[in-house]
């Protein structure tokens, strides 16, 4: 079974400060991952998205991530944190080979503090 | 704009009785999901429907049902044997393959017992 998981329920830097939340994820076929973004009592939205094209993958408001295969990982870096960046973070990766095809495993999240 | 309405924002259940969450989207995407989120435990898939007229459980679908009639429309019944429904509750659907693979969210409901 793929699964997720995201070093660090709470990740606090400063404004302007290089972001780097963390993501490793097990799966035994190439999968799909994604980051979203979640503000309070919002739905989540789209950052970027690995799917087997480029592994350094560019998304909204400057983030990047990029696929590690060798180490299972796809952590979010941003060069200058914003306090607009403060928000809870989601890596998830597509199951799209098992019996729930094509649903999305989430990790617990990480909520990021800006501080000015 | 195409997108998935999710309604009501807020609900309130008294103990005992079954709420229905909606969930429209005219994205005209054949699979979506319902999802719960709480507080440091990350989104858990409660129900899927990959076609009209089936749907699948997740992990946590005791005390949920659902129905798949039309393709816009997913809607989620919590019932009185869901213990712990207060949560915030997301609807998606998925469409495309390859580098258009992906999911869109609606904007969620949250649901609290009272």
């Known amino acids: 079974a793929q699964s997720v998981t995201q070093l660090g329920s709470h990740v606090s830097v400063s404004e302007g400060a290089l972001v780097l939340l963390r993501c490793n994820y097990s799966?035994?076929?190439?999968?799909?991952l994604f980051w979203y973004v979640q503000y309070p009592n919002q739905g989540l939205q789209l950052l970027l998205k690995y799917t087997s094209a480029a592994t350094l993958v560019k998304g909204i408001n400057g983030f990047e991530a990029e696929f590690k295969k060798s180490e299972t990982s796809f952590h979010l870096t941003k060069p200058s944190a914003h306090m607009s960046d403060a928000a809870e973070y989601f890596c998830?990766?597509?199951?799209?080979?098992?019996?729930?095809?094509?649903?999305?495993?989430f990790g617990k999240g990480t909520k990021l503090s800006v501080k000015p | 704009d195409g997108g998935i309405t999710q309604s009501p924002k807020y609900l309130f259940r008294k103990e005992g009785q079954n709420v229905t969450l909606s969930c429209e989207q005219n994205l005209n995407h054949d699979a979506m999901y319902w999802y719960r989120q709480d507080p440091g435990q990350g989104l858990r898939l409660i129900y899927y429907s990959q076609i009209v007229n089936d749907f699948q459980k997740g992990d946590i679908a005791e005390g949920y049902s659902v129905s798949r009639e039309k393709k816009e429309s997913f809607p989620l019944t919590v019932t009185s044997a869901q213990k712990n429904p207060t949560a915030f509750y997301l609807c998606?659907?998925?469409?495309?393959?390859?580098?258009?693979?992906?999911?869109?969210f609606g904007s969620g409901t949250r649901l609290t017992v009272v």
């Open positions: 799966s035994s076929v190439p999968p799909y």
């Open positions: 998830a990766v597509s199951d799209r080979y098992g019996g729930s095809q094509g649903n999305l495993i």
């Open positions: 998606a659907s998925m469409a495309g393959t390859g580098a258009n693979y992906g999911y869109t």
